[in-house]
């Protein structure tokens, strides 16, 4: 029931794009993304509701393609700052939540 | 506002100890409370969720137990820890399942040696 991140890893110079998508074998409900920094708790960036959404914050952004049960999420313009783990939560309905196994992201200047 | 807050933020225990981290969780009533663990360089794995008091659902089963004496206390403890107990230790928060954000505690490390 994990959804499937990929890539595993991703490292970029400052400025490059990054795209982490994010699939589930599984009808979903919705889709989560978070970053956790090392050592620290994750944060939440967006959640997408199934009805196919697309959302945007700043220069992160996110598409939710309910038909193919995937979830991608867009890093434009990448800064220092963006580097983390990213997760991906799906959710089935109910009480069916999980977490993916993450992507870790490296921005070098 | 919502805050959680959970503690000790680090810990180190010999094996064979108990383990007790709390949770608290203020600014909402009824939320539903989680225990996720979270090994060195690897993902979150869900342990316990509660969607209320003395309602928990264990989701692996292990040594740890949990319990939610009071709506916005959660508790994670262990008679006998083992070394794979280690781990970063996250409790969280929500309003409901479906399609509501997880808000994350500041995360509790434990080692056990």
């Known amino acids: 029931q994990q959804p499937v991140q990929s890539p595993q890893a991703v490292i970029l110079r400052e400025g490059e794009d990054a795209v982490i998508n994010c699939s589930s074998s599984?009808?979903?409900?919705?889709v989560h993304w978070y970053r956790q920094k090392h050592g620290e708790a994750p944060v939440f960036l967006m959640i997408?509701?199934?009805?196919?959404e697309q959302k945007g914050h700043d220069k992160i952004s996110a598409s939710f393609n309910e038909k193919k049960q995937q979830s991608s999420l867009y890093l434009t313009a990448s800064q220092l700052s963006y580097s983390g783990t990213y997760f991906c939560g799906t959710e089935l309905g109910g009480q069916n939540f999980v977490f993916g196994p993450g992507t870790r992201l490296s921005v070098l200047p | 506002s919502q805050t959680i807050h959970q503690w000790p933020a680090t810990l180190v225990q010999p094996v064979g100890s108990p383990l007790s981290l709390e949770c608290t969780v203020e600014?909402?009533?009824?939320?539903?409370l989680y225990w996720y663990r979270q090994a060195a360089g690897r993902g979150l794995q869900l342990l316990f969720y509660s969607i209320g008091i003395d309602q928990i659902s264990s989701e692996v089963p292990q040594n740890l137990s949990a319990s939610r004496p009071q709506d916005r206390q959660f508790i994670l403890s262990s008679k006998k820890l083992l070394l794979s107990d280690s781990g970063f230790y996250l409790c969280?928060?929500?309003?409901?399942?479906?399609?509501?954000?997880?808000?994350f505690g500041e995360g509790s490390w434990l080692t056990v040696v």
């Open positions: 599984k009808a979903l409900y919705s």
């Open positions: 600014g909402t009533s009824n939320p539903n």
């Open positions: 969280a928060w929500s309003e409901g399942f479906s399609g509501n954000t997880i808000y």
């Open positions: 997408l509701l199934k009805g196919g």
